[in-house]
């Protein structure tokens, strides 16, 4: 069993910074891909990026690509998303995932773990 907690969420102006953390525990870190999906009202969730155990390799939704930087620090246990030049339509509330079999792509059904979430307001 993997825990995970999200935090850093907050409010921000439209082209503003923010990063968000997943911290996790329970299990072996690195053992574990790792994704961020969010979920903004009235609509699904949606895959924003995801990381590989090592973090050697990343993968990125279209929407976020060049804006968002997913990264880990496995001697932290913690998978971060760094998120620049945001924009009014990333405002929904941000999840973190795992998964064991080192899948970090967008089929959240791939995940067998989730976060609390946390808010991210961007306010135009």
């Known amino acids: 069993q993997v825990q995970l907690v999200e935090s850093g969420g907050g409010l921000v102006q439209a082209g503003g910074s923010l990063r968000v953390s997943c911290a996790a525990s329970g299990r072996t870190f690195s053992n574990y891909a790792m994704g961020w999906f969010r979920q903004a009202p009235g609509k699904e969730r949606e895959f924003v990026a995801g990381i590989s155990r090592s973090g050697s390799t990343t993968y990125y939704a279209d929407s976020v690509k060049g804006r968002f930087t997913i990264f880990r620090d496995n001697a932290k246990n913690t998978v971060y998303l760094q998120m620049n030049s945001l924009k009014a339509e990333d405002t929904a509330v941000y999840y973190c995932?795992?998964?064991?079999?080192?899948?970090?792509?967008?089929?959240?059904?791939?995940?067998?773990?989730w976060g609390q979430g946390t808010q991210v307001t961007v306010s135009s």
């Open positions: 995932a795992a998964n064991a079999r080192n899948y970090y792509g967008s089929r959240r059904s791939e995940y067998n773990y």
